[in-house]
């Protein structure tokens, strides 16, 4: 009798801790289809142009100001609520066209784009499928219904990545509601929003856990205190406080204890912060292209255009490969089957499309040397096309700072991959199959790599949690477990460009996930090299180095 195979992984990170390729899922890459294609460019042929009439990007940088009548146009064209149902006076976009939505509106404005995308994305409506029936949900489907500026306050004046929130809640004598105290900081849409969800930490019998409190804004008690600027995407955020602001406990969502936030809050809000990253590295990628274009279609070097030039070439073509990978992945994330299956890849995807952006902008600035760095002001004063390449950049950087940094993120990717090694669920498997791709000789090379690369991080974690076998001991071991995040996260952008390239018909798709999967194994051989250093006896001695410096020594 044979004896039967092994199942093929059922999520890409259950493949990863199998040290299995889980390829035959990418080999069936999704594509939007063609009634979610028809109305989502509807929707762009009207809202873009809108965009295009009552923003300017520049006076909003430099102001910190929505323009006149910008808001009360959004809410009378239905644009603050985009995914809610038409029941509600929705548009009932898809996670997908909103995604395509904000990258428009982000072209024009990284603050007006990501306002739709709190407003749409992160809170209000994002968050409705979140909660049960009953009088929580009557309240957000009203104030939906009513085109409500929304927000979602979660970050602390100490940070957003202690274990529990330290705005407090606290429940009144007659249990009737919760009275919040605390501020919170870097608010997105604080200083404009009618209703707001806000996350702090009740104090029970069993212990302390965290929960969302939803109210007004014109609650008293509730106070806007000052706007934050940024280096980009000014306009957008303030610091809140909150001074015994009474909230109904129907009003409310509580966790079980173990997370910040309740867990069908935070998964149904992948969604938006996967949106809220990834629409603004588009903006940024797509807008740094089209400049590139002009600039290289006017400038010659001793009579032979600039563009002719190998590393000129090769800057362009890296910056098309990584706006084909940041599509891609976005594709992959958010196209099918749902947030719970492919909750890894939402996460990662965060810093995947803020690393492609900035390396983006930060090659584009150095193609068009000091034009790169002149602001759109200046330009315009000594009469050249005002492209605001700068402003990208500094939202570029933006980007991988908002919803939290970068190495933080790497750093729980890490740990929600070797977690499944503490647990007993990473059982290896056997190479996938990976004849009969309709990939091209190169990009098979890649796929091939990838494959055993995925055995080289199975090989790794496992001698990470054999040597840290305590959960604590293995999260202090911080570098590592970054390092893991971001390997992780590379061979999903490897996975999600070659998937893509697979489908027939994907014509110029080949050549870019083949520049993408090179540069992609270059850093993959480099985080294998590195990961190996941090166990070796001979590192550097860093801790020693910066306790003396910050002991003034």
């Known amino acids: 009798m044979p004896q039967q195979q092994p199942a093929a992984p059922r999520s890409f990170v259950e493949g990863l801790a199998s040290g299995r390729l889980p390829w035959e899922l990418f080999a069936a890459f999704p594509e939007p289809g063609r009634e979610e294609t028809a109305a989502g460019d509807e929707f762009l042929a009207e809202f873009g142009p809108f965009v295009d009439a009552q923003v300017d990007g520049d006076e909003l940088d430099r102001t910190g100001t929505w323009p006149d009548g910008l808001l009360k146009q959004l809410r009378v064209r239905g644009y603050l609520q985009l995914l809610a149902p038409a029941e509600l006076g929705g548009r009932e976009l898809s996670p997908y066209n909103l995604l395509r939505a904000v990258v428009r509106a982000n072209r024009r404005s990284m603050g007006v784009g990501q306002m739709l995308c709190v407003q749409n994305g992160i809170a209000g409506a994002a968050l409705l499928p979140a909660i049960p029936p009953g009088p929580l949900h009557d309240f957000l489907s009203a104030e939906i219904a009513a085109g409500s500026i929304a927000a979602f306050g979660d970050t602390d004046p100490a940070g957003q990545n202690n274990s529990l929130p330290g705005t407090t809640a606290t429940l009144t004598e007659d249990g009737s509601a919760y ?85 069908a809050i935070a998964l149904q809000g992948s969604y938006g912060r996967t949106a809220f990253s990834a629409a603004g590295a588009l903006a940024v990628i797509r807008n740094c292209l089209d400049h590139s274009a002009e600039f ?11 563009g002719e030039y190998d590393k000129i070439q090769r800057i362009v073509a890296t910056t098309l490969a990584d706006e084909f990978a940041v599509e891609s992945a976005v594709r992959w994330t958010m196209l099918e089957p749902g947030p719970e299956d492919r909750s890894f890849e939402l996460y990662v995807t965060k810093n995947l499309a803020a690393e492609r952006s900035w390396q983006a902008s930060d090659r584009t600035v150095a193609l068009l040397g000091g034009e790169g760095i002149e602001t759109a002001r200046s330009k315009r004063r000594r009469g050249a096309v005002p492209h605001p390449v700068e402003r990208y950049h500094r939202d570029a950087r933006t980007l991988r700072t908002v919803g939290n940094v970068d190495f933080i993120n790497d750093h729980r990717a890490g740990l929600l991959l070797l977690t499944r090694y503490l647990t007993g669920t990473a059982d290896a498997l056997p190479v996938p ?26 090989r790794i974690c496992r001698r990470l949690t054999d040597r840290h076998p305590d959960p604590a001991e293995l999260a202090e071991r911080e570098e590592a477990v970054i390092l893991v995040g971001r390997f992780a996260t590379e061979l999903f952008g490897i996975c999600a460009v070659l998937g893509r390239a697979a489908r027939p018909g994907s014509g110029s798709a080949q050549d870019l996930a083949d520049v993408y999967a090179t540069a992609a194994r270059h850093r993959v051989t480099d985080l294998t090299r590195r990961l190996y250093a941090e166990e070796e006896p001979e590192a550097p001695d860093y801790a020693k180095i910066s306790r003396a410096w910050t002991a003034g020594g």
């Open 433 to 458: 199959d990976t004849s009969g791709t309709g990939l091209s000789a190169a990009n098979r090379r890649h796929l091939d790599s990838a494959v055993g690369a995925c055995q080289e991080l199975h």
């Open 179 to 263: 009275l919040l105290r605390g501020e919170k900081l870097f608010i997105a849409n604080a200083g404009i929003a009618e209703v707001i969800g806000v996350s702090a930490t009740v104090t029970e019998p069993d212990g302390p856990r965290a929960g969302v409190f939803f109210l007004r804004t014109d609650t008293p008690g509730f106070e806007v205190v000052a706007p934050n600027d940024f280096i980009g995407v000014n306009g957008l955020s303030a610091t809140i406080r909150l001074t015994d602001v009474r909230v109904p406990t129907e009003h409310t969502l509580l966790g079980d204890g173990t997370l910040r936030l309740p867990r």
């Open 296 to 306: 290289l279609s006017r400038r010659r070097i001793n009579g032979r255009g600039l």
